[in-house]
């Protein structure tokens, strides 16, 4: 398969900006296989990056790697000043200032939507509950289902669900947040409100990566596409660079499948 | 509407036997008319056997004399009692071993499990292993095992019981530890009690209807609770301010045996006649300013075919008396032999020796005589008590008991001291004084007002226990197999139910940045209790149903007594009857409860 491969892509963030992620020269295994080759890659701080590839691509395990939900075996990864090593205090450090949202979902079905929210806060940032409360109450209105607070995850819709996912990572205050295909598993009716969200929080000047396939999201608000292939970066460029005019075969190839 | 239309067309011309409806009925009815035709034959063929072998198919024997004796009996009990009474002790003890060994159970199942899960190789080994081995080892060749192989032999005798931390004592005879007992002024509490339950069911039925209500969460459970403790804990200090004794509270005491009993003078008499009934958990004092205790050494340790001198005194602890002091019986005897003594536990235990290397102190070997390799038997020892108080509380049977002492001064004491006393607490303990004269025996025996609770503390006086709360090890033993055997099960259960939680729960979890363990016991636990509970009940139902093993181990659960009864009395149908319906009870009581809890924890979905 290497042989095959060329020369992997350097997906620097533009000069100037200040970077907040760093990741170079990662290189990570799942036993054998290759998931992640050579990637380099800087984030600048309010910078919204979209990262897209065929499934398989290694897209997933790179941003789970930011977080450290996945172990990377060779190469930096620094986050906001902290680079993940295997020290502890290290990783919850980074993961305390990164937020996610996964393609599933993952509330706590045993906890209210307000306790799903307020968890993390109370227990990791140490706020006192009506202060987390207030916060969560804050987020839940700006992701527009305020009245959904004591309900249930198993009571909520799949949009809902997942906006709810979304005020649980942002009440924790992250300077970055990342988006594992937040819509995948959604309904494409109720994609449109989980969008929303997400173009509102890039256009407040949040920094995003986020993992998806809805290139509509990606013209509106992306500052830079990244696309991916056998766990490599493929081609760089803006989401026009993209629509008008990808360089790789496999850029195509890809492109003409999900337009 | 359509249906309507369509179905009297089509019903009148069906015949009956090939109507559904009547299939159904006619099919029920017969049904029920074999089950009642098998039942009277079988209730009638067994009325006739049991009425041909004269044997009693009735419940009228249980009225009678049991005479069965039970070793463990949780209220009081004696064989003269009736059948009911001694059925009543096995169902209690059935419940007192099910209710127990399902906590346990549940708590070592809970740390296996997540042991079995656990980062670190070992502790997931040693996690397998415990599980593989115990779940495949037939519960009664555990039960056995632990009965014969580790509780029989292993503990000390009861003459030399280990003292753990907290006045907990075991021996061979079984575990005994304090506890605390409701005395004569708990009716004064009870009131309080049950204001206090109430409180709680009130408090939370409120606290409820607000967090319905409220905007914000509520927290149900703590006001309630803390409401619950204060109206009990002022209940108790009411209840304890009366600081009289009931009427009548009398003590038999004789000091010679060591023994006496409190009792209600109801005739007003002054003297214990037998209609006076006997007042258990009493506090009492026994205070006896100088006695004596005598013992005689003992060859009772054997091992490799030598035999060691050992004595003991009845347990007798440094903080029961101000000073005493250890002597021979007849120390010319003693001074001509070169026998000395030394405390293995001042004053009460220790071994005779001869100091045969002449260093002044003990060495291991100096206890046996080397010319006959026994003992130096048969000597005797005196204790010298001084200002002996000791604080007792009157056992179920409302009995006291001390050690026995005599009046101190009818042997002459003498010069021979300790040679070495490493647990001296009195400084020079050296006995000089020479005394012929015979002080009388003195006891001050007082009855001290209690609280509606009194705390009992283990006394070994003699070669029993006294005092506390006493665990057989028949009761140890059948615990520890259920216990260990159905914590097996449980283990793997909890395992099961953390890997059926979804993986995104706890990386959703991490990526908040909560800890391991906050991901665990906030997230992961949760979800796994909910996945584990009905495996785990059904397993709770079978601890208490495989207690019936306890023939094993000795133990009177309500098996065994009702074995004994239906040998005695021949009724094993009624005996079959009465087993069945206690335990179909015990098991529906569990799961009843645990359903409900089931119920309550059960995830909310649309």
Not at chain 1, 6 to 26: K, N, W, Y
Not at chain 1, 42 to 52: A, L
Not at chain 2, 59 to 79: D, V
Not at chain 2, 374 to 381: A, C, H, P
Request: charged residues 20%; neutral net charge.
């Amino acid at each position: 398969m290497s042989n095959v491969t060329p020369a992997p892509v350097r997906a620097d963030a533009p000069a100037g900006g200040q970077a907040i992620i760093t990741i170079e020269g990662l290189n990570k295994w799942f036993g054998d296989f290759h998931v992640l080759r050579d990637i380099n890659l800087s984030v600048n701080q309010g910078e919204v990056v979209v990262v897209i590839g065929p499934s398989g691509s290694g897209k997933s395990t790179l941003i789970r790697c930011i977080n450290h939900l996945e172990e990377h075996q060779e190469g930096r990864i620094v986050v906001d000043g902290t680079e993940l090593t295997d020290d502890v205090r290290n990783i919850d450090l980074v993961r305390r200032e990164t937020g996610m949202v996964f393609q599933s979902f993952n509330l706590f079905p045993h906890l209210t939507v307000l306790e799903n929210i307020t968890l993390a806060p109370i227990r990791v940032r140490k706020w006192k509950r009506t202060q987390a409360e207030e916060r969560a109450r804050f987020f839940l209105d700006k992701v527009g289902i305020p009245e959904q607070a004591l309900k249930y995850p198993g009571q909520l819709s799949g949009g809902q669900q997942q906006r709810v996912a979304i005020a649980r990572a942002l009440t924790m205050g992250p300077k970055v947040m990342l988006f594992d295909e937040p819509t995948s598993a959604l309904d494409p009716e109720v994609i449109g409100e989980v969008l929303e969200v997400m173009v509102a929080l890039a256009q407040e000047g949040m920094t995003m990566i986020v993992v998806t396939h809805e290139m509509g999201f990606a013209r509106e608000v992306g500052d830079r596409v990244i696309f991916m292939d056998a766990g490599q970066i493929v081609e760089v460029g803006s989401p026009e660079h993209f629509f008008l005019a990808p360089r790789e075969a496999r850029t195509k190839a890809f492109l003409s499948k999900i337009l | 509407m359509a249906v309507a239309d369509r179905r009297p067309s089509v019903a009148p011309r069906i015949p009956f036997w090939r109507n559904v409806n009547t299939i159904g009925i006619l099919a029920q009815v017969v049904f029920v008319a074999v089950i009642l035709f098998g039942v009277v034959v079988l209730v009638t063929n067994t009325l006739n056997a049991l009425g041909r072998a004269n044997l009693p198919a009735d419940f009228s024997w249980l009225g009678s004399r049991a005479g069965i004796p039970i070793a463990e009996t949780p209220i009081p009990y004696t064989p003269n009692d009736p059948y009911w009474r001694a059925l009543l002790i096995g169902f209690l003890n059935t419940l007192k071993i099910a209710g127990i060994g399902v906590v346990l159970a549940s708590l070592i199942g809970i740390a296996v499990g997540v042991m079995r899960l656990a980062s670190n190789w070992l502790v997931r080994s040693i996690a397998t292993v415990y599980i593989e081995l115990l779940r495949n080892i037939p519960l009664a060749v555990q039960i056995v095992f632990w009965y014969t192989a580790v509780l029989l032999p292993i503990p000390p005798r009861i003459n030399n019981p280990v003292e753990l931390p907290g006045g907990v004592y075991l021996s061979n005879v079984g575990l005994a530890f304090p506890f605390l007992y409701p005395t004569y002024r708990f009716g004064a509490w009870i009131p309080f009690l049950v204001v206090a339950v109430a409180a709680v069911v009130i408090g939370v039925l409120w606290r409820r209807r607000l967090a319905r209500r409220s905007e914000r969460p509520v927290r149900v459970w703590p006001l309630p609770l803390l409401a619950a403790v204060a109206i009990a804990g002022g209940g108790y200090y009411v209840a304890s301010l009366d600081r009289t004794l009931p009427d009548g509270l009398a003590i038999d005491f004789t000091i010679d045996r060591g023994r006496g009993v409190v009792y209600r003078d109801v005739d007003g008499d002054g003297v214990r006649g037998p209609r006076d009934p006997v007042m258990p958990f009493a506090s009492t004092i026994v205070r006896i300013a100088e006695a004596e205790l005598t013992a005689s050494t003992q060859n009772i340790t054997e091992s490799g075919g030598v035999v060691r001198s050992t004595f003991r005194f009845p347990m007798i602890l440094g903080r029961d008396v101000e000073q005493a002091v250890v002597a021979f019986g007849d120390p010319d005897e003693a001074a001509e032999r070169g026998l000395e003594i030394h405390f293995t536990r001042f004053p009460s235990r220790g071994v005779v020796f001869v100091d045969r290397d002449g260093d002044g102190a003990f060495t291991p070997g100096e206890e046996i005589d080397p010319a006959t390799l026994t003992g130096f038997g048969g000597v005797r020892l005196v204790m010298t008590v001084f200002g002996y108080e000791r604080h007792i509380v009157a056992d179920r049977d409302g009995q006291v008991r001390t050690p026995a002492f005599s009046p101190s001064g009818t042997v002459r004491s003498a010069e021979v001291a300790p040679a070495e006393n490493p647990f001296s607490v009195f400084g020079a303990a050296a006995a000089t004084a020479t005394r012929d004269d015979v002080v009388p025996l003195v006891a001050d025996v007082e009855l001290r007002p209690a609280g509606p609770l009194v705390l009992s503390r283990v006394h070994v006086p003699v070669s029993s226990y006294e005092g506390g709360m006493r665990l057989t090890v028949n009761y140890l033993a059948l615990l520890l197999a259920l216990v260990i055997y159905t914590s097996a099960f449980i283990g793997e259960i909890v395992r099961g139910g953390i890997q059926a939680v979804a993986k995104g729960q706890r990386e959703a979890a991490l990526a908040l940045g909560l800890s391991a363990s906050q991901t665990f016991s906030l997230v992961v636990f949760p979800q796994a209790l909910r996945i584990v509970l009905p495996p785990v009940i059904s397993q709770y139902l079978n601890l208490t149903k495989n207690s019936s093993l306890a023939p094993l181990a000795g133990y009177g659960e309500l098996f065994v007594i009702a074995t004994i009864v239906q040998n005695q009395t021949g009724a094993s149908v009624p005996v079959a009857l009465l087993l069945i319906a206690s335990y179909l009870f015990i098991s529906f009581a569990f799961a009843f409860v645990l359903n409900i809890v089931n119920d309550r924890l059960a995830l909310v979905e649309r």
